[in-house]
């Protein structure tokens, strides 16, 4: 017979829990990990390693929000010693695709796709389909971080497959930002924008904030990309027919989208977003101050390719500036140059085939 307390606190641990993702999803982060950390005191005094190893694993993913790689790593791998403590094939798997989240989020790709492959291999084992999308999606990453796209959308593929068939609709949006970022990649901006407008109307529903965030920074992109497309002269040969979000080299909305990004990454206190919002509204408005902003951050977390992706935009933007007689001084000229130098060194260190393309057509 289970004792009355045992049950109590198995129940409270559980609700602490439960509240503790809705709390994420809302970015009150903070709150979160109050309620993570009685939880795991809770486990602890009850000498609950199950609870314990639950506890420890949603704060790696806590964690995650709040861009902090070294304790995501270090939760993730002390849960990973108490599922295996148990036996707990479940656990492990999750654990082992955190782990491998830090080692991708650093660019050591290779690695990363090491831990998500050992993870996928447990749950297929196992036949916890909601895990192996989790899965699917972040393989699919690394694929497309190595310039391999095809690959990537099938791995994204299956995982919105996945989502749907089991009613996920936080990893449905999640998996259909990511498909639209490879279709922005290749330059194919219908398909990117069909999937994107998916993914918001999903994301609104059900309140996901930091993947609105996310949403509204590929939207961003998607209009600058459109507005750069559209203004190609006739003889190009190349023609587009742009509706809804963008149209001609109106980048209206793309200003909006880059503000409510950055609103969303501030209420979220969220320092990649703030990145991300801030590079892409310099990149919208070639402000120098906001591009440096953003480097700065990219270079505290410590993300190579974010960093990379800084370096080389704001490279570009350097590189326009001294098209123009007034501005082409040695020193201006110099400065672009180092810092398209340093986004090829990071892309060819991490394996970004893709972005070292662009780098090497300048």
């Keep these: 017979m289970i004792a009355k307390s045992e049950i109590d606190y198995k129940r409270i641990i559980h609700i602490l829990m439960n509240r503790a993702q809705v709390l994420n999803l809302i970015g009150k982060n903070e709150r979160s990990l109050a ?16 609870s314990q190893a639950d506890c420890l694993l949603q704060f790696s993913e806590t964690y995650n929000y709040l861009s902090k790689y070294e304790e995501i790593l270090n939760s993730a791998k002390e849960s990973l010693l108490l599922y ?32 998500y492959t050992k993870s996928l291999k447990i749950q297929e084992e ?33 995982s919105l497959k996945i989502r749907e068939e089991i009613g996920d609709r936080l990893g449905q949006a999640m998996s259909l930002n ?9 330059e194919k901006y219908e398909e990117a924008r069909d999937y994107l407008t998916r993914a918001e109307k999903i994301a609104g529903e059900i309140g996901a904030k930091e993947l609105l965030r996310r949403i509204y920074v590929s939207f961003g992109e998607l209009g600058m990309a459109e ?21 001609g080299n109106d980048i209206s909305a793309a200003i909006e989208y880059a503000e409510q990004a950055l609103q ?3 209420e979220l206190k969220s320092k990649t977003g703030k990145a991300e919002a801030l590079l892409l509204q310099a990149r919208i408005e070639k402000a120098e101050s906001k591009f440096k902003e953003a480097i700065a951050i990219f270079e505290e977390l410590k993300q190579p390719f974010e960093t990379a992706k ?6 570009r933007m350097l590189t326009s500036r001294i098209r123009k007689p007034e501005c082409r001084t040695q020193e201006n000229t110099k400065e672009a140059e180092e810092y398209l ?9 991490i394996g970004a085939k893709g972005w070292l393309k662009k780098v090497q057509a300048g």
């Design 264 to 266: 969303l990454a501030e």
């Design 35 to 50: 309620d993570l950390n009685r939880g795991l005191m809770m486990s602890k005094r009850y000498q609950d390693k199950k």
């Design 310 to 315: 800084a370096y080389y935009y704001y490279g």
């Design 227 to 247: 507005t750069a497309f559209s203004v190609i002269p006739a003889e190009a040969g190349i023609h587009k027919d742009l509706d809804s979000h963008f149209r």
């Design 178 to 186: 990511n498909i639209a970022r490879t279709y922005l990649e290749q």
């Design 126 to 158: 196992i036949g916890d389909r909601y895990s192996q999308a989790a899965s699917l999606i972040n393989i699919g990453y690394v694929q497309n971080m190595l310039g391999d796209y095809p690959k990537a959308l099938e791995y994204w593929t299956k």
């Design 84 to 115: 295996q403590e148990i036996d707990d094939k479940k656990g492990q798997a999750v654990s082992l695709n955190n782990v491998g989240y830090v080692h991708d989020s650093l660019g050591n790709y290779p690695k990363g796709l090491e831990y």
């Design 341 to 349: 130098q340093k986004a090829r060194e990071i892309f060819e260190k």
